[in-house]
Each structure stands twice: as C-alpha cells, then as structure tokens.
C-alpha cells in the first residue's frame, strides 16, 4: 500500500447536492509492466483480437481519417489500432454512418452557418440545431457538408459485441492491479459454468483477490479489494452499500497494517486521497446524520476487523477518527494512534501476532 501524505491539507470542497453524479477516484501504487499479456494476442473464434473488440466499440462515432488513437492500443493490448480498424471497416463490423448521423461531428458555430442560408432559426441546444437541418435541408444537401463521415458499429459488429459482452465493460472498469481486466475476465469466463453479469463477474474477481490477499497477509491489498468493491458499488448507483465499503478502507487505513507481518509506525499512517471526500460526498446524499453514519460505521468495523489481526484504534475510537477526518481535524487522529502506539506491548505483539514494526530509518 503507497503511503501517502497524512497531513496533508484537504480540499474544502462545496457541499454536495442530493443528486450523485461524481466518478470515483482510486489511488493505487501500480507495478509498471512493459510486457502484453499473451492472451491479448490470441485471436477469438471470430478471428479478432480482445483489443480489437475493445477498439470496435471506441471507433463508434469516430472518423477513420480523423481519429487520434490511444496508446493503450498497442502497449496493453498489442494491436496497430490503424490497421485493425481498417480490417474491422473491411469486414463489416464497422459501417460509414449517413450524412445525417454524422452532423454531431459539425461545430455549433458551422451548424448555424448551414441553418443561415435558410434564415432558420439560430437559438437552442446543438440537438435542436441538428434536427432544424434534418427537416429542412435534403440528404444531398446534408451529405455536401461532410467531409468525413464517421463509423457505426454494423449490425456484425453488435453480435460481436453481445457475444463478447464482458470485454468492454472489463477495459472501460479496468481496476488498473490486474484484478479486473480484460485479461482476467477472458480467462473467469473460460473456466466459468453459467453466463454471469458483468457486475457479478468482477464482484467475484475482486472477492477471489481479497480472499487470497488476506490469507496471505497482503493487508494493504486487501484493502485495495474494498476499495475497488466499494467503486463497482457506487458506479452502479448501490450508494448505502457503496458506503459501507467505503469505510472498510477507511478502517483498514488507520489499522496500521501493512503487507506481510508488519504494521507502520504512527507517522506513516496515511488514508488515501479521496477517501474522506467520497465518504462525506455520500453521507451528505443520503442525508445521514452522525447517528446513522455509526450504525453504518458499526456494520463496517464488524466485518472488516475480524478480518484484521491488530488494529490501533478500538471501535469507538475508531468512529471518532472519522467523525473527525469529516472535519479535517488531523491532529486529533495523530493524537489517538500515537497514544495507542505508545500503550502498545512490542514484544507481545511479535510474540503472539507475529507482527513487526515496520521502520524507513
């Protein structure tokens, strides 16, 4: 787990409206690989590549002439994106869209030009001024104001994307550790034994992980797994769930534990950007006052300490730490884990945990 800036000074952000809109942040420390994972290269029965599936869906709406390609194409998924758009324009997966479905690549500003020769109206939204020159101009008419008309998925292309229907979601949710990916959802629906959902597939991914990281001592990994269960959960509106998990990050963060047999001293204690953000973004939606946050708090600890073989603060000492990184009090958390860690019986906690401190002197 990558330690961060305890102290560091929050953002004084505008209390949030009931309506939740705001995408997760994750942070995570990433190991770097240069490598293609070698069923990136494997072609599917239908003869495309994982990655080209996942470019079919990215060059909808697109300009073949005009399209500027992310790297990801060749360094994750090992494709000449150029090239393998061509071969998916040239085998029917993907289609010119008409004249009329490409205005949207038009510019307000052109858009009103087109609709003065007319003397049609200028006023409202792009859409509007789209549709005014769809009823009032004809197809030949339309079709001399594209220079480059932009590609649809086929309807060859859609059966593709059905079949394949974990593909997509898996790049665009990318956990970005390797948990859930395209890679490793190719590989989960391989050896599965009924069609899952997508949510369902990486809630068992991510459940695998954790599982394996807890067994293996792997604390700060494990609390990635919570974070990454609680982001599926708010992406997919379950925001009291979502909530829920959120606060199991926030615990095992002050827990002290780290990867393998070690806990961090009280001056590397660190809870991750965004973390506090997101847990007071939700609180606030769900109108939730101090008392309902701590029947969810309680929830949380429950689950998640049992999990964990120390902890510095206890369950009430815990929940004011919260109460108190809501009110970007920093100074009261310090305070309580570095009593904590002075009460501590070093010797015990090796003998009976086998837990070591870890030290960066």
């Given amino acids: 787990m990558g330690f961060f800036d305890f102290f560091r000074k929050k953002d004084n952000s505008k209390k949030m409206t009931k309506k939740i809109t705001t995408n997760v942040k994750v942070s995570y420390d990433i190991q770097t690989n240069t490598e ?3 069923i990136y290269l494997k072609k599917l029965p239908n003869g495309l590549l994982p990655g080209e599936i996942v470019l079919l869906d990215w060059m909808s709406g697109k300009s073949l002439l005009k399209a500027v390609f992310p790297r990801y194409f060749e360094f994750q998924y090992g494709i000449n994106a150029e090239k393998s758009a061509k071969k998916l324009v040239n085998n029917g997966f993907l289609e010119y869209a008409s004249p009329e479905e490409t205005l949207h690549t038009l510019t307000i500003d052109l858009l009103k030009e087109v609709l003065k020769k007319k003397d049609l109206k200028l006023s409202g939204k792009k859409a ?3 549709e005014r020159i769809k ?3 004809s197809t ?8 480059n008309r932009t590609l649809k998925i086929s309807s060859k292309g859609q059966d593709v994307i059905n079949e394949y229907y974990y593909i997509v979601p898996a790049h665009k949710n990318d956990s970005k550790d390797g948990v859930y990916n395209v ?3 190719i590989r989960f629906i391989a050896t599965a034994k009924s069609k899952l959902s997508n949510s369902d597939i990486s809630w068992l991914l991510f459940q695998k992980a954790l599982n394996k990281h807890l067994k293996s001592k792997n604390y700060g990994l494990a609390r990635n797994d919570f974070h990454n269960m609680a982001s599926q959960l708010y992406r997919e509106k379950r925001f009291m769930d979502s909530l829920e998990y959120f606060l199991r990050v926030f615990i095992c963060d002050l827990s002290g534990l780290n990867n393998g047999d070690y806990i961090s001293k009280p001056e590397y204690i660190s809870i991750a950007p965004g973390i506090v953000s ?3 973004k939700i609180v606030t939606a769900l109108e939730y006052d101090n008392s309902a946050l701590n029947a969810v708090f309680n929830i949380s600890w429950d689950k998640t300490r049992q999990m964990l073989p120390f902890h510095y603060l206890s369950k009430e000492i815990c929940f004011q730490c919260l109460l108190a990184a809501l009110e970007e009090n920093d100074k009261y958390i310090h305070n309580e884990i570095s009593q904590s860690y002075k009460k501590l019986d070093k010797k015990e906690l090796e003998r009976k945990y086998n837990l070591k401190f ?3 002197d």
């Fill in 358 to 360: 870890l030290d960066f």
């Fill in 140 to 147: 030949s008419e339309i079709e001399s104001l594209i220079k």
């Fill in 278 to 280: 997101q847990i007071n």
């Fill in 135 to 137: 009823e009032n101009f």
């Fill in 128 to 130: 509007d001024l789209i």
């Fill in 36 to 38: 293609i994972d070698p």
């Fill in 183 to 185: 890679a490793s959802v």
